[in-house]
C-alpha cells in the first residue's frame, strides 16, 4: 500500500490494521478506553511543536493527532455507532450552523463581541436539542459548571472551570488577590507540613494549584502554555549543568547538590545575557 494525500489512504490503511487474521495484532486488542490516553498524548505532543516553533514537526504531530480520529472513528465503524464520514458529517455541520455570519445570508458584519455572543446562543441551542433527544428519565445536569467538560486534562479543566463561574461573576477582580490567595493557600500547605498528613498535603497543594491557574488567566497567561515554557526552560538549564559537569569530567552522580545549583545559576545568568543582547524580556 502506496503513501497517499487523501484522507481516504489513511482510512483504508486503519481498516487494513483491524482486520482479524491480516491485520496488526496490537491494533486488534484496542478499544476506545485503552486508546484514549494516546489521544490525549498526541493532542500535547502538537502544543509542544507550536511552542518549539518546529512546523515540520507540527506538520507530523498534527498527522498522529489524525490518526486517533481515523482510529476511534474505525472501531465505532466495526460497532455500527458511526463511520469517519459521520465525523468529518457533525463538524462540517455545526461549524456552519456556529458561523451564519460566514454561511448565511447575514446583511451585516458581526464585531468578535457579536460572533462570540451567537457561538453561545447556538451552543445554548445545540445543548438544548441534545437534552431534548435524551431517553426520558434520563437525570438532567442543572450546575452551570456541569458544561464544562470533565474529559479535560487537569490544568485545562481548572482554567475552563474558573472561566465559566466568571460568567456570573464569580471571580476576582484584582490579580493582586489572587497572588494574596496563592500566599494563603502557601501558609496553608506550610501548617499541613507540621501536621504531617499526607492527605491533607495533597488536598492543599491542589488549592495552591488552582489558585495558581487562576492568577495565569487574570495575567493572560494560558497555564498549560506557561508550564511547557518553564519546562523547556527546565530542560535547557538542566542540560547547561550536564555540560559544565562533562567538560570537568564530572558526572551528575559524584556532583553535590551546592555545585549543581552554582551550575544552575551561571545558566540563569548566561541566558539573561543572551536575552538582553537579543533585547528579550528577562527571565526567572
Not at 14 to 24: E, I, N, W
Not at 84 to 89: K, S
Not at 162 to 186: H, Y
Not at 240 to 251: D, M, N, P, Y
Request: proline content about 4%; glycine content about 6%.
Amino acid at each position: 500500500m502506496t503513501p497517499s494525500r487523501h484522507i481516504s489512504r489513511l482510512i483504508e490503511i486503519m481498516a487494513a490494521l483491524r482486520t482479524p487474521g491480516t491485520g496488526c495484532p496490537w491494533d486488534l486488542e484496542q478499544d476506545f478506553t485503552t486508546i484514549a490516553p494516546y489521544t490525549i498524548e498526541e493532542a500535547h505532543e502538537v502544543a509542544d511543536a507550536i511552542v518549539r516553533g518546529d512546523l515540520d514537526d507540527l506538520c507530523d504531530e498534527l498527522g498522529d493527532l489524525l490518526l486517533q480520529v481515523v482510529f476511534h472513528a474505525r472501531m465505532a465503524e466495526e460497532q455500527g455507532a458511526f463511520a469517519f464520514g459521520d465525523v468529518v458529517e457533525a463538524i462540517t455541520r455545526k461549524m456552519i450552523r456556529r458561523h451564519p455570519h460566514v454561511f448565511a445570508d447575514q446583511d451585516g458584519k458581526l464585531t468578535p463581541a457579536g460572533v462570540k455572543g451567537a457561538w453561545d446562543r447556538i451552543k445554548a441551542e445545540e445543548k438544548a436539542e441534545r437534552a431534548a433527544r435524551r431517553p426520558a428519565g434520563t437525570p438532567q445536569h442543572t450546575s452551570l459548571l456541569a458544561q464544562v467538560k470533565a474529559g479535560q486534562p487537569s490544568l485545562a479543566r481548572a482554567l475552563a472551570l474558573q472561566q465559566k463561574a466568571a460568567t456570573v461573576g464569580f471571580d476576582w477582580n484584582d490579580p493582586r488577590a489572587v497572588l494574596n490567595k496563592i500566599r494563603e493557600e502557601a501558609d496553608e500547605i506550610e501548617a499541613a507540613l507540621d501536621r504531617k498528613r499526607a492527605d491533607e498535603l495533597a488536598s492543599e497543594t491542589g488549592d495552591l494549584l488552582f489558585a495558581v491557574v487562576n492568577l495565569a488567566r487574570h495575567v493572560g497567561a494560558d497555564p498549560d502554555m506557561a508550564l511547557r515554557g518553564t519546562n523547556a526552560k527546565f530542560e535547557r538549564r538542566f542540560a547547561s549543568i550536564e555540560r559544565a559537569l562533562a567538560a570537568k569530567g564530572r558526572s551528575l552522580q559524584a556532583a553535590t547538590l551546592q555545585e549543581m545549583d552554582a551550575l544552575w545559576d551561571e545558566a540563569k545568568k548566561q541566558e539573561h545575557a543572551e536575552g538582553a543582547t537579543a533585547g528579550e524580556p528577562r527571565q526567572s
